[in-house]
DNA sequence: ACATAATGTAAAATATATTATACATAAAGT
DNA sequence: ACTTTATGTATAATATATTTTACATTATGT
């Protein structure tokens, strides 16, 4: 499973930080996220998809 | 966090089970998911929503 | 009524996501 | 060069998803 949150992230001029606090959830939830090292609940993305006004499957596709 | 699994499957004329094994978990967490016991994970809601051909957005939702 | 299939549910065990804390490194500004 | 901000990373602790096993209940078929 990879992931674009990195670049959506980028592109809407957001610090890991900043999108750490608008989903309240702690800055290495983001970084684990962006870096691979889990994937996150369904919720998270379902969050993520609507800050970045994308559908999660825009942000989260299963092919590695 | 509402879905609509049941819906999707009852459509496609599987059992729980039919479904539980597509998806390689126990019917348990297909059984677990449909009755709101807890969210599954975003691989299983992309898994959900490559079954049943629709977005992840279709079969869940974050309003209550 | 009986048998079978499908579903609901529960408790304990395991796997994984998330937090908290902390520190190291990289990037950017002055 | 120095300071500040942003990011990468590690470890232990906690929360939650999932499995396993098992049994109860409901629906369906005969």
């Known amino acids: 499973m990879k992931n674009t949150i990195?670049?959506?992230r980028v592109t809407h001029d957001?610090?890991?930080e900043d999108l750490a606090?608008?989903?309240d959830v702690s800055r290495q939830?983001?970084?684990a996220i962006e870096n691979n090292k889990y994937f996150?609940?369904?919720e998270l993305g379902l969050k993520?998809?609507?800050?970045f006004k994308c559908s999660v499957e825009d942000?989260?596709?299963?092919?590695?």
Chains 1, 2 share one sequence.
């Open 21 to 23: 606090n608008r989903l």
């Open 48 to 51: 993520l998809a609507r800050i």
């Open 59 to 64: 942000l989260f596709s299963l092919e590695v």
């Open 29 to 31: 939830t983001i970084n």
């Open 14 to 16: 957001m610090t890991q």
């Open 6 to 8: 990195k670049i959506h």
């Open 40 to 42: 996150p609940s369904l």
